[in-house]
């Protein structure tokens, strides 16, 4: 197989779990748009360690730092695209299924109380904390990519082959639904 895939979808749907099982199952690059977006802020002096880092402190004055420097995230979403069309990727991002035409493109849909309860666990915070914190992100992405691209990040799903709903679904479930997309798609 030399598509790549792209998994989209809200905050702490559950996208890196399925990009990475999807990797191991066929051989393919896993890559974190996030990442990208990471390297960018450490290159403007910001401490990125951590798998949560988006949720602290530091990550979230990032997050609005982008709000009036979109230029990170077009750098990101360029390198992005570049490595998408190569093939043999598998890429978690919020933009890139807008942003090309080719490969296999699915979104992971779930509740916001869903992501909560997802991030409560993964990030060891408290409901109110990740609640909060994963309304404040979607809805900042949202406002972004609108302004950005004109897209409506979470209401508009035309771009996408598959949407699978995560809410009563355990993560190897939604990852062997996303196979037998790919494999159906391939």
Same mark, same amino acid.
């Given at each position: 197989m030399?598509? %790549?895939i792209v998994i989209s979808g809200p905050p702490a749907v559950g996208k890196t779990t399925v990009a990475k #099982?999807?990797?191991?199952e066929f051989n393919l690059t896993y890559l974190s748009g996030g990442d990208i977006l990471k390297e960018l802020a450490k290159e403007q002096g910001f401490d990125v360690t951590g798998d949560d880092w988006w949720d602290t402190e530091s990550g979230m004055k990032f997050l609005n730092q982008r709000e009036t420097h979109s230029e990170f995230d077009k750098k990101v979403d360029d390198k992005l695209i570049q490595l998408?069309?190569?093939?043999?990727?598998?890429?978690? %991002?919020?933009t890139l299924p807008w942003l090309v035409d080719n490969g296999i493109k699915?979104?992971?849909? #779930?509740?916001?109380?869903s992501s909560s309860k997802r991030m409560q666990t993964r990030d060891n915070m408290t409901s109110q904390e990740a609640y909060q914190i994963t309304k404040?992100?979607?809805d900042k992405n949202r406002a972004l990519y609108k302004k950005l691209y004109n897209f409506d990040f979470g209401s508009d799903t035309s771009v996408f082959d598959k949407i699978i709903d995560t809410d009563n679904l355990n993560a190897t479930q939604v990852i062997n639904i996303a196979k037998e997309t790919v494999r159906e798609l391939s």
């Open positions: 030399t598509k %790549s #099982g999807l990797a191991k998408y069309n190569k093939g043999g990727m598998v890429i978690t %991002s919020y699915i979104w992971l849909s #779930g509740s916001h109380d404040i992100r979607y």
